[in-house]
Each structure stands twice: as C-alpha cells, then as structure tokens.
C-alpha cells in the first residue's frame, strides 16, 4: 500500500475550499480527508480523527495550503523510495503512509510524525530532503518495533516507550548522521539522567499505556524531553556494547539489560 496519493485529497480540498463559506470548512476537512481515515481509528468518527490528528499538528481547515512548494520537493515520491528501502532493511511492513501539510499554528518545529501500528501519518512544511527521510524513517522505525512487539497502544509499558524512542532516534543517527537527530538528546548529562531514571521511571518502568507516559517522555513536572532523552541513552549504550544488528527485535528489557542504565 505505502505512500497514500494524499496530494490528490489536497487538490480536491483546496479545490473546495475556495467556494465554501469559512463556518463549513471544518466539515469539509472532515469529509475530504478524515472519513478515508476511519479504518485505522477503530471506532472513531471522522471528527474524532480531525481532533486527534490536528492536537498533532494537523493544518486547520481555514488554512491556505501551499500544495506547490510540496510537490516542487518530490516529497511523495521521496518518501515513497525511504519507505521501500526502509522496509528491505528492517524486515518491516507494508503500511499506509500518509502526508499532509503541518498547521500553520505551529512556530515551535516544522514538522511531525505519528505512528501508529497499521498506519503511518508525516505532517509537515517545508523540509530538506535529508530531514524528511529522517523524520520518516524515525516514525517508520516505530511501526517496525511496534509490529515486534505485537501490543496494542494499551499494553505498551514505559519502558517499552522510551525504547521505542531511543532506537527510533539511534537510526536515525546510522544512517542519515547526527547532524538529524533531535536537537534535546544532549540537554542532560549522564549522571542527572541516571538520577532522574531511578528516582522517576524504575519505580514506574512498567506502567501502561502510551496516554500514561506523555509526562515521562515530554516532561511537564519532569524535565522537557526527559524520556526521549533516556531512551537514546539506552539505546545508545547498548548498541556501543554489543550492536545494532538485530536490535529492533530484542526485547526492552534486554536492551535496558545490556546498556549503561542496566538495573
């Protein structure tokens, strides 16, 4: 299936858009876009979808997309060449990947992925080519660990959250350079990680559900970022000790096992 021809849905979008009255935009979005998306939110609505994809960083329905600038940077054909390569070297699986403009609202980045086990969403503006293959392959790799460890979002425990960052942000590094990954990764040093790791996440390490670990990896009483940051660490010192063969498919408890943050 991989790379979804979503720029034929924001012609046909922005088509629309120009005729409609600014009041019926919203529902626009929802019909052009959200209610194809509806076999990946079990349950959901197409103005559930609408919510959780713009609270990612969706373009708002009254925005002026900028469909040129996308199609002049070959970003689905780009993205269409990461994913098969990707997917020969991770063994992983054939998914839908869908692209979409980032909201204009957004002045902290200018970009954002969201995974989920059977789909894959890029919301973006305007990228380097590198920095797109980066942001896929970082989201992709999370479809591949995901598909590893065969949990719903609902099972998976802390610690599977912050390994699943840390080998997202440690391919990244292999294969594109350092110079992509995240900016935050060297905000702490070792030792106030190591603190921070025993005092706030072993006492929490099995604790599940993804909507239960946004503190642990965003920060918010803990510092911004702090999971991530962990997780790389981790990752990292595991890769360094033993290798980065085969390390999707080990377990999160022998990557923590086999790092510098071992119990």
């Known amino acids: 299936m991989s790379v979804i021809s979503t720029d034929d849905w924001l012609h046909e979008f922005k088509t629309s858009q120009k005729l409609m009255r600014s009041r019926d935009l919203e529902d626009l979005q929802c019909t052009i876009l959200c209610s194809r998306l509806l076999e ?3 349950g959901g609505t197409p103005q559930l979808i609408q919510y959780e994809l713009q609270q990612q960083g969706l373009f708002r ?3 002026k997309i900028n469909m040129k600038k996308l199609q002049e940077h070959h970003t689905w054909n780009i993205v269409q060449e990461e994913f098969l390569y990707l997917q020969k070297k991770w063994s992983g699986p054939d998914i839908p990947i869908y692209i979409f403009p980032l909201t204009q609202e957004q002045n902290l980045t200018n970009k954002n992925g969201v995974a989920y086990p059977d789909a894959l969403f890029l919301l973006i503006g305007e990228l380097e080519k590198q920095e797109l293959k980066a942001l896929f392959a970082h989201e992709y790799n999370h479809v ?3 598909q590893y460890l065969n949990k719903s979002l609902k099972e998976v425990t802390l610690l599977d959250s912050i390994i699943l960052e840390g080998l997202a942000e440690c391919a990244v590094e292999e294969i594109y350079g350092a110079k992509w990954l995240a900016p935050w990764l060297n905000n702490y040093s070792f030792k106030k990680m190591l603190t921070i790791w025993r ?4 006492p929490n390490i099995n604790v599940k559900g ?5 503190e ?9 970022w702090i999971g991530y940051c962990i997780g790389y660490e981790i990752v990292k010192s595991y890769i360094q000790h033993h290798s ?20």
């Open 40 to 42: 990946h939110f079990l």
């Open 61 to 63: 329905a009254h925005e």
């Open 144 to 146: 591949c660990r995901l």
């Open 199 to 202: 005092s706030h996440f072993l």
């Open 210 to 214: 993804l909507d239960n670990h946004i």
């Open 216 to 224: 642990f990896l965003y920060g918010g009483k803990l510092p911004p």
């Open 244 to 263: 980065s063969t085969n390390v999707l498919i080990q377990s999160s408890k022998n990557i923590l096992k086999g790092s510098t943050f071992s119990l």
